[in-house]
């Protein structure tokens, strides 16, 4: 493992050495089968308001696969990825009052923002592995208005995709501004959507749901989950939906999910980037099938401290159970790939610490 030259922002560190996962460059994933780098770097201490955090978990987000090869790329390098993270605070930065040493915290998307209703939205919005360090290491920092107590329920692995996948989805689900009864389509079936089912399946008991697919992995995977009837991407419900939510990086689910809509439905993209691969799918937008009779496109921009702090306990209490697949952080690269390559069936996570087994 080599020293990194990683910037550091305290001068004032603690005598540890820690294992970092870093992306030194922006990287194409179809060539690049190795992105991130095992470092070794130096813990800095908290600032003033904030924790320092040994890292239990970190799940794994197609998000990452945005920052790595640049569709939202960070805006320094080099940066350790990572924004579904578990861990235990390990020391406290000065005015640090609502949190003890040993308290098992999350921590998401959000590193910081203005602290508003609309924070999401906010120029002073700053995400956890892109902005600012994440937790594809061993300790990590992090505001204390951003880190979230964890429900005793859950272990850390199951924990770590609630804080991204779980949240995100659970502000899409919120978004479709659905009632109980409305029939709710999910256009890809992964990370994110088989937390929403459940969700969805709790909140609205008696709403049916559909899920659309490309692969049969993925469909058969919602059968099992729950949805009500499940088909390829291109297919047609047995009924129109009120709602859809598509959890994809591509462009072919938007064009056939509005064609699945009733007058007046509301399609919720929640994704921080689109690839690029199947752009020219929007060419088959047709105004009067697709958009006309006001069906409408509403986007997830990120999500704030209150979706957390509201989702976390809700999770728990409807009894939410993420699918995990464990990766030691040496093979944190094997994750990326798995992710990028293969069919996805619930949520990838990294053990980080030696205390969580990955057999």
Same mark, same amino acid.
């Given at each position: 493992?080599?020293?990194?030259?990683?910037?550091?922002?305290?001068?004032?560190?603690?005598?540890?050495?820690?294992?970092?996962?870093?992306?030194?460059?922006?990287?194409?994933?179809?060539?690049?089968?190795?992105?991130?780098?095992?470092?070794?770097?130096?813990?800095?201490?908290?600032?003033?308001?904030?924790?320092?955090?040994?890292?239990?978990?970190?799940?794994?987000?197609?998000?990452?696969?945005?920052?790595?090869?640049?569709?939202?790329? +960070?805006?320094?390098?080099?940066?350790?990825?990572? =924004? /579904?993270? %578990? &861990? @235990?605070?390990?020391?406290?930065?000065? *005015?640090?009052?609502?949190?003890?040493?040993?308290?098992?915290?999350?921590?998401?998307?959000?590193?910081?923002?203005?602290?508003?209703?609309?924070?999401?939205?906010?120029?002073?919005?700053?995400?956890?592995?892109?902005?600012?360090?994440?937790?594809?290491?061993?300790?990590?920092?992090?505001?204390?208005?951003?880190?979230?107590?964890?429900?005793?329920?859950?272990?850390?692995?199951?924990?770590?995709?609630?804080?991204?996948?779980?949240?995100?989805?659970?502000?899409?689900?919120?978004?479709?501004?659905?009632?109980?009864?409305?029939?709710?389509?999910?256009?890809?079936?992964?990370?994110?959507?088989?937390?929403?089912?459940?969700?969805?399946?709790?909140?609205? +008991?008696?709403?049916?749901?559909?899920?659309?697919? =490309? /692969?049969? %992995? &993925? @469909?058969?995977?919602?059968?099992?989950? *729950?949805?009500?009837?499940?088909?390829?991407?291109?297919?047609?419900?047995?009924?129109?939906?009120?709602?859809?939510?598509?959890?994809?990086?591509?462009?072919?689910?938007?064009?056939?999910?509005?064609?699945?809509?009733?007058?007046?439905?509301?399609?919720?993209?929640?994704?921080?980037?689109?690839?690029?691969?199947?752009?020219?799918?929007?060419?088959?937008?047709?105004?009067?099938?697709?958009?006309?009779?006001?069906?409408?496109?509403?986007?997830?921009?990120?999500?704030?401290?209150?979706?957390?702090?509201?989702?976390?306990?809700?999770?728990?209490?409807?009894?939410?159970?993420?699918?995990?697949?464990?990766?030691?952080?040496?093979?944190?690269?094997?994750?990326?790939?798995?992710?990028?390559?293969?069919?996805?069936?619930?949520?990838?996570?990294?053990?980080?610490?030696?205390?969580?087994?990955?057999?």
């Amino acid at each position: 493992m080599l020293q990194a030259p990683l910037e550091i922002a305290s001068a004032s560190v603690l005598e540890i050495i820690v294992r970092a996962m870093l992306l030194r460059k922006i990287v194409s994933l179809a060539e690049a089968d190795e992105p991130l780098e095992l470092v070794e770097l130096p813990v800095t201490k908290p600032q003033p308001g904030e924790i320092l955090l040994q890292v239990s978990v970190c799940g794994v987000c197609h998000t990452e696969l945005d920052e790595i090869e640049g569709r939202t790329p +960070p805006p320094r390098l080099p940066i350790i990825p990572g =924004h /579904q993270v %578990v &861990g @235990r605070v390990a020391e406290l930065g000065a *005015g640090v009052t609502a949190f003890r040493v040993g308290d098992r915290v999350g921590v998401g998307w959000i590193h910081r923002s203005c602290g508003g209703p609309r924070e999401n939205l906010s120029p002073d919005f700053r995400a956890t592995g892109r902005d600012a360090n994440g937790g594809y290491a061993e300790w990590m920092t992090v505001p204390d208005a951003y880190a979230y107590p964890i429900p005793e329920v859950y272990t850390d692995e199951q924990a770590a995709p609630l804080l991204c996948a779980g949240a995100v989805g659970y502000r899409s689900l919120k978004l479709t501004e659905m009632i109980d009864g409305d029939p709710l389509g999910l256009t890809g079936f992964g990370g994110s959507a088989h937390l929403v089912l459940q969700m969805a399946k709790y909140l609205f +008991p008696n709403s049916p749901v559909f899920v659309f697919a =490309h /692969q049969e %992995v &993925g @469909r058969a995977f919602a059968r099992q989950s *729950g949805a009500d009837w499940a088909g390829e991407t291109s297919e047609r419900a047995p009924t129109s939906l009120r709602a859809i939510i598509d959890t994809t990086p591509a462009w072919k689910p938007v064009v056939e999910a509005l064609a699945n809509l009733r007058p007046g439905g509301r399609l919720v993209i929640n994704a921080i980037r689109k690839e690029d691969r199947d752009k020219d799918y929007l060419l088959r937008l047709s105004y009067q099938e697709h958009l006309w009779m006001e069906r409408e496109i509403k986007t997830v921009a990120n999500v704030t401290s209150a979706d957390l702090a509201e989702f976390l306990p809700l999770a728990a209490r409807a009894g939410i159970r993420p699918t995990v697949e464990l990766y030691p952080l040496a093979d944190a690269n094997r994750a990326i790939i798995d992710l990028k390559r293969k069919p996805v069936q619930g949520s990838k996570v990294l053990v980080v610490s030696t205390s969580t087994s990955c057999d």
